[in-house]
């Protein structure tokens, strides 16, 4: 069992932002992560709100971070954590490869796709399936593709797209986006995408591989057929949470309500970023919430 005073779950902006700022206040911490360290920023195609930078490709960034981390000499355990338990004043944390103690946590686990739910969905995965146009779009160079969503990360997918694939669908279920506007209309110029709204998936057409998508209109019921090579689900997102075995701490959508130290309802667990019930999810905030919670446990080892 390795024991520290405090632990960051999840090497996104949010958990780099607070290993930053306990390293330099000298606490005796670790920072696990699963995955590429930079966490979605890796498979944000276009990143144009964050300060410095008028545009940069998500993965440039996600490497900028990865070389602050470097450079305050922060080392990451890679390691997916299962269980997270509270024994008296300490938190117990069962990764895949090792178990865990502190005296803090900070929850920086941020999200992961959710699912459509239709049939065939899991079992086309890899063949035809996709959530992450930077990841598997040049595969559909060329090919005709449907992405289904509507809000900022599915327009700006849909938009990295588009510049591959020789046709793409973009269907929603409402006439209006959640996405900006500007999006929308970068969407709307380009002369490969058509815009279907407002629809719904109903059945995912192909055996060994996606060939079509069936979809309802959501006003008159009628259906359409579209032939496609690859299927973009891209309606959202759920929070990585599961692993959290205390009661009172995550609220009826699974995400992790805090306090203005980023404290949630159990002294010595912080969360932030992605992870907590919040309408706008974005780089910069989940940078701040990391910043501000590390002072917090700061704090809080202090007392
Ligand atoms: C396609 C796309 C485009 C986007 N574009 C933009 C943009 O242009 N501008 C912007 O500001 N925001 C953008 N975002 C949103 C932004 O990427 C997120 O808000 C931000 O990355 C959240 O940071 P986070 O640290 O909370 O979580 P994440 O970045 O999700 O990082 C969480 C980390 O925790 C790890 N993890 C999860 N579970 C566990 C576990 N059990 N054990 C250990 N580690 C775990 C994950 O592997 C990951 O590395 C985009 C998102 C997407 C999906």
Redesign the pocket.
Known sequence: MERYDALI????????GAALKLKEAGVNFAL??????????N????????PGFKEIP?PDLAFAFYERLMKAGIDIIP????SLAKEGEEFLLK?EYGEYQAKAVLI?????ERKIGLAKEEELLGHGISY???CDGHFFKGADVAVIGGG??AL??AIHLAGIVNKLYVIHRRNEFRGSNNLVNELKEMDNVEIITPYIPVEILGEDKVTGLVIENREDGSHRTLTIDGLFP?VG?LP?TT?IKIDGVLNEWNTIPVDREMQSSVPGLFA????LPREI??????EH??TVAAKSIINYLNK
């Open positions: 779950i999840g090497a996104g902006p949010c958990g780099i696990i992560n699963a995955g590429t360290p930079g966490g979605k920023v498979i944000a195609p276009r990143v144009d709100n964050y998500g390691d997916t954590i299962l990764g920086a686990s941020g999200t992961k992450c146009s930077l900022n990360a700006k997918e891209l997102q990585n692993f932030g970023g992605d992870v999810r974005q780089i910069y905030l989940a919430d990391g």
